[in-house]
């Protein structure tokens, strides 16, 4: 009998070649493959098609965050020796932690110089993240940080990866509220478009906040899934958003998440079979196992192996679903990852 908790059920090899480096031209006529995960019967479609796939009055969940450009380059004071930094949050006004390559070149009160004469003194490393406090606030900051900072992209896109177009297009059409980074992936098929055509259709939509952290895409470390730390992410879900899924529940329809993010928010916000509106932060780790209590339709992308977001979408549909799924996309030559093709399993 196999061990759901042992890591190696949750591999897969794939040709790197499929792994896409730049988003599609027009983002929904992404490929999206559909699992059925009662039957496990799979078809193939267009992303622009996913509204045939909903019915009027199911809700929509979209995850509204937004990437911010959070890698900066900058010099040692001292030595001139290149430093990047990766914003991860303030802790105070201008006391900030952050993920700092090269971080063994510097040691504690060190200065480095970035553009636009902001400058960080390093006050102290605390393994992975190092703690630095910055010559200015916080509102003069990000004003740097938007002019001059780098979108973060995932380490297996190669092209063009420092381009600012990734500004743009690392961005769902709906992203509003700063703070990801990561882009939650799931939702960069949808054009203006066609969420003027699902609202059309009858499809009621909502946005939740979830900013994307980078944990998202480590891969774990433990044999034995249940002793992962999953990392901890702001989200919010707003009074009228909690209500339009609650409605929905009560309607006997379907609740539909547009990825792994606002299907972990809604999770993590249920309460006696509602959702409550929140605010805070969520470390709930989903897999297999976990029963889920609101969504019953998920938009996703395909994920790196040995990821906490393949385990979730394992426990979603199936282990087996899911393999026979990844597959299935792997023979039709899918575009993997986070510029790839869609999943939508119901």
Partial sequence: MRDIYDISNYNYTLDERLIAQKPLEKRDISKLLILNRKTGEITHDKFFNIYKYFDDEDCLVLNNTKVLPARLFGTKSKTGAKIEILFLDFKKEKIAEVIMKNSRRVVDGDFIEFPAGLVARVVEKHGKTVEVEFNFGKKEFFKILKKYGVIPLPPYIKEDKFSPKHKEIYQTVYAKKEGAKAAPTAGLHFTKDLVKKLKQKGIEITHITLHTGLGTFEPLLEKDI???????????????????????????KSVIAAGTTSLRAIEHCTQNGKVMPQKGKTDLYIYPGYEFKIVNKLIT????????????????AGIDNIKKAYSEAIKEKYRFYSYGDAMLIL
Avoid: D, G, Q
């Fill in 226 to 252: 249940r002793e992962h730390k999953m990392h901890k992410e702001y989200f919010e879900i707003n009074k009228i958003s909690a209500e339009k899924i609650n409605l929905a529940l009560k309607n006997k």
């Fill in 301 to 316: 992308n395909f994920h790196l192996p040995k990821t906490t977001l393949f385990i979730l979408v394992c426990a979603f």
